[in-house]
């Protein structure tokens, strides 16, 4: 199996930043894409930030010029700085990754159990 572990979340002032780490473990052969999602009370779970294994990334609207993504191929992690933070930021950001475990099975999505955002003054 593959276990995705984020860590990061708290409260946080707006305006203030925050930054979440999500690193994976278990049976790799390699992960490609890795991303976040956020999930607000009685939503929908939508993606935040992308980043494929060569680095290109890919962004939602609401958070472009505020938030960065970025990996370390080498350590199988993935993180998400966050600045500018508003109230509607507020949410369980979830980390995935899109991961072979070994040569000849199909690449899988796994996700992390998520950890809470709260901007609030």
């Known amino acids: 199996q593959v276990q995705l572990v984020e860590s990061g979340g708290g409260l946080v002032q707006p305006g203030g930043s925050l930054r979440l780490s999500c690193a994976a473990s278990?049976?790799?052969?390699?992960?490609?894409?890795m991303g976040w999602y956020r999930q607000a009370p009685g939503k929908e779970r939508d993606l935040v930030a992308a980043i494929t294994s060569g680095g290109v990334t890919n962004y939602a609207d609401s958070v472009k010029g505020r938030f960065t993504i970025s990996r370390d191929n080498a350590k199988n992690t993935v993180y998400l700085q966050m600045n500018s933070l508003k109230p509607e930021d507020t949410a369980v950001y979830y980390c995935?990754?899109?991961?072979?475990?070994?040569?000849?099975?199909?690449?899988?999505?796994?996700w992390g159990q998520g950890t809470q955002v709260t901007v609030s003054s």
């Open positions: 995935n990754a899109n991961a072979i475990r070994v040569p000849w099975e199909n690449e899988r999505r796994y």
């Open positions: 278990g049976s790799i052969f390699s992960i490609n894409a």
